[in-house]
C-alpha cells in the first residue's frame, strides 16, 4: 500500500528525492514519516509531517539537508535530501500512522512501505 522509490547510490554531497506512493487507499488524512535503518543498527527517525502538512518534524542531525513535504492529491510524500553524507547510507522506509499528527517514534506508525536503498560514497 505504501511504496517507496527514489533510493540510489549518490556521492558525497549530492541530493536524492524519495517518493512515497499509497495505493489501493488514501492516506490523505495520515500522519505520515521518514525512517532508516542502516546495517547493524536500528530503524532511526527522520522526518514527518502532519496530515495537512503544516507541521513537520526532522531529526536534529538531518534538519536543514532534509526536507519532507506532501501532495495530498497525489496521495504522496517525498523526502528531499540535500548534501548527503556517508552516514546517510540506509534503507528508507515510509510509513503512514492512523492519527493526523506527525510522530517521531516508529512504534507510532500503522502501515509500512518496503524501503529503497540509499548508498552515499566518497
Known amino acids: 500500500q505504501l511504496q517507496a522509490s527514489g533510493g540510489g547510490s549518490v556521492e558525497t554531497g549530492g541530493s536524492l528525492r524519495l517518493s512515497c506512493a499509497a495505493s489501493g487507499r488514501t492516506f490523505s488524512a495520515h500522519g505520515m514519516g521518514w525512517f532508516r535503518q542502516a546495517p547493524g543498527k536500528e530503524r532511526e527517525f527522520v522526518a514527518a509531517i502532519h496530515w495537512s502538512g503544516g507541521s513537520t518534524l526532522t531529526a536534529d542531525s538531518m534538519k536543514g539537508r532534509f526536507t519532507i513535504s506532501r501532495d495530498i492529491a497525489k496521495n504522496t510524500v517525498y523526502l528531499q535530501m540535500n548534501s548527503l553524507k556517508l552516514e546517510d547510507t540506509a534503507v528508507y522506509y515510509c510509513?503512514?500512522?492512523?492519527?493526523?499528527?506527525?510522530?517521531?517514534?516508529?512504534?507510532?506508525?500503522?502501515?509500512w512501505g518496503q524501503g529503497t536503498q540509499v548508498t552515499v560514497s566518497s
Open positions: 510509513a503512514a500512522r492512523s492519527f493526523r499528527s506527525a510522530s517521531d517514534r516508529p512504534g507510532g506508525y500503522d502501515y
